[in-house]
């Protein structure tokens, strides 16, 4: 059974960078049949599709948050990582991460916090 | 921006049939997949390529998609089928842009 669970600092002052870890449990990243997502979830708001990698590298992200994102991938060790720069107040949410097979979502991390706040 | 439009609410009684619609000008050509999410927790894939069920997901939940509206119903609603609903879709340019809809509140009384 594939398990994926989030990793990073709970708190973010604005202007900073969130980093965030997604580790991958019961399956290889680099299988080559998915691609490997963030998702979040604003508080008491609706998903968003932040992007996803290949585990070759081959990033795709949401054209809204382009210029501030980047996707990762260690297959070294089983991980793929979120790194969002310059973040404001709006950039709180829950952070998911997600197993894709096209557009089936079907295994995802428990998802985790993130406050931005001086 | 693609946008994919859900209305905010469906409620129905118990034993009752939900519908709940996806519009997106892409549907005709893309898939369309549907995720519950219950109150603190990650969201669940319900239906995927616009009506195949996954493994585990009850049969009373099912979709359809016909032209710029992919439908979910939810035949014979459950309490515990009261949650929040998403579609999920990417946009015609063939460059990996997925979006969610804007999320359907699901109350059952």
């Known amino acids: 059974q594939v398990q994926l669970q989030e990793s990073g600092p709970g708190l973010v002052k604005p202007s900073q960078t969130l980093s965030l870890t997604c580790t991958v449990s019961?399956?290889?990243?680099?299988?080559?049949?998915?691609?490997w997502s963030w998702i979040r979830q604003p508080p008491g708001k609706g998903l968003e599709w932040i992007g996803y990698i290949y585990y070759s590298g081959s990033t795709y992200y949401n054209p809204s948050l382009k210029s501030r994102v980047t996707i990762s991938v260690d297959t070294s060790k089983n991980q793929f990582s979120l790194k969002l720069s310059s973040v404001t107040a709006a950039d709180t949410a829950v952070y998911y991460c997600?197993?894709?097979?096209?557009?089936?979502?079907?295994?995802w991390g428990q998802g985790t916090l993130v406050t931005v706040s001086s | 921006s693609y946008e994919l439009t859900q209305p905010p609410s469906v409620s129905v009684s118990p034993g009752q049939t939900a519908r709940i619609t996806c519009s997106g000008d892409?549907?005709?050509?893309?898939?369309a997949y549907w995720y519950q999410q219950k109150s603190g927790q990650a969201p669940v894939l319900v239906i995927y390529?616009?009506?195949k069920r996954p493994s585990g997901i009850p049969e009373r939940f099912s979709g359809s998609s016909s032209g710029t509206m992919a439908t979910l119903t939810i035949s014979g609603a459950q309490v515990e089928d009261e949650a929040d609903y998403y579609c999920?879709?990417?946009?015609?340019?063939?460059?990996?842009?997925?979006?969610f809809g804007t999320g359907t509140k699901v109350t059952v009384l």
């Open positions: 997600a197993r894709a097979f096209g557009g089936s979502l079907a295994y």
């Open positions: 999920y879709s990417t946009d015609s340019s063939g460059n990996h842009r997925y979006v």
């Open positions: 019961g399956g290889s990243i680099s299988s080559g049949d998915y691609y």
């Open positions: 892409a549907l005709p050509k893309k898939y």
């Open positions: 390529e616009d009506s």
